[in-house]
């Protein structure tokens, strides 16, 4: 499985998903850490079978909830932005998908995120999010070496 | 007389945020704004008191899509305040790292802004479904771009590499050797691009307008040159300020740039191309020759053929830099502490970038000022709206809101550099 973890650890809770990948190393777990620019995303997933894609998200539900899609199965809910500043993970699944080459599984992990200030912490929300994710995660990998059923969805 | 509003609240496909006010009075367009309302982001004051050699990584974060603009004109301003001059080796190094940003950016925004406008998709990702083909191509171009910057820069975004006097770290002859293939295969799929671009349908709008660029005595121009247009100037990067002003206008966070006494101009893809035609290599010349364009292109939406013709131009250079390269004994010189003042003018990929620092004896920063390529073609864009919604009275709302926004695409506006997406909203009144 290939764990790509997006995020800016300068912008409060956008940290999650590298947040996550710190995590996941200590717990001796490989991951890419990616910007979520759609080019690069395509690059990076290209020939997997297999990804979870970790970043924070908006919602609308309270920060540091653990959102779950199949991305392989279904659109991810629209994105605001246009511009260019909203090219993010969204576009890069749905331009995949138009062009076929959607990863055969695709899984995003979102954890809500509320606060994207400039130089601020990740929320104390957030950073449980960050630990119980990654021990869902940490749970699959050790699943998975015995076969069993995946953990995350 | 019937009056109307072309209002688009969140212009797609450019990078950053913004909106468009049209006002239409019968035949006349009484007012147009481009409202630029994302915070002003005070590059130009967190470079005070840092050390010179922090300002190519700082002021390269201005932007995602063009940070190497941002460490070039950083680099020749402090080098020049300096008295450094580098080796010519890593000059051409600096071309081949500006080579993979125009590359980077240009296939961005032919295939995935400017594209949909003319082939009448709403997004990328609509235009995906019936044209997979040039979407994979546009995304292996870019790759390939990504791939120039990642190992002059570091990485794709914000590379860390660029330094005063050098860079950090310089690629082996194997590692640029091993770009060439991608890069004769960008070369030939650019031929291609700008041969497809020619048979796009083309508003028929024309405008007089002083193209500004950089020109060089012997290359197309990236990081060196004076500055010319075609109204006579000609002057060095340090005389910048005397000819430029910026103002302020209430509805925009963004400062528009005027030429003193004259007013708007133009800067990017058609100036450059209208004054430095011939010092385009063989192949983008024959390139552009054989899509019918030649200097001046007075077209605004042709610029996506002439950007094509400029990715010919930076495929042609990257693989003569690489033919011709030897790594330097030395990455990087070392620099001085001393106080100076330095200005530099270098071409981004949407036109020319302007930097000047000004530093004490211990090299920090007392003054910076920046002037983005987008600030400079704010006011030309309301000007060509201007002109261009006039022939657009008698169209339908939803066809005329349309054109205006391709209009605006035209210049690839980077608003994220100029302060920082784009509404647009026409009024029509009955007078």
New interface residues.
Partial sequence: MLILCCGNPDRGDDAAGILVAERLKELSIDTQVCTGEPSVLLQQWDGAHDVLLIDAVVTGSPAGTIHVWNASRTRLPPQPSESTHGFGVALAIELARKLGSLPERLRVCGIEAGNFDLGAKPSAAIQKAVEDLADRIAAECSHQSQDSLPVLL | MTARTIQVE????????SSLYIKMAGERVADVKLKIYEPPRFFEAFLRGRHYSEAPDIAARIC??CPIAYQMSAVHAIERALGVKPEPIIRLLRRLFYCGEWIESHA?HIFM?HAPDFLGYA???AM??DH?EL??KA?RL??IG?RIVSLLGGR??HPISAAVGGFYKVPTNAQLLALVPDLEWALQVSVETVQWTKGLEFPSFEQDYEFVALRHPDEYPLNEGRLVSNRGMDIDAAEYEDHFTELHVKHSNALQSVVRGRGSYLVGPLARFSLNFEKLPKAAQEAALSAGLKPPVKNPFRSIVVRAVELVFACSEALRIISEYEPPAVPRSDTPNRAGVGQAITEAPRGILYHRYAFNERGLILTAKIVPPTSQNLRRIEDDLREYATQLVAWPQAEATWKCEQAVRNYDPC??CATH??KVRIDRETE
């Avoid at chain 2, 969140?10 to 945020?17: D, I």
């Fill in positions: 969140t212009l797609a496909r450019v990078e950053g945020e995602g899509i961005l802004l997004d990328l990702i995906a479904a997979r979407v994979e995304l870019k790759k990504n794709e975004i608003i994220s997406f784009l």
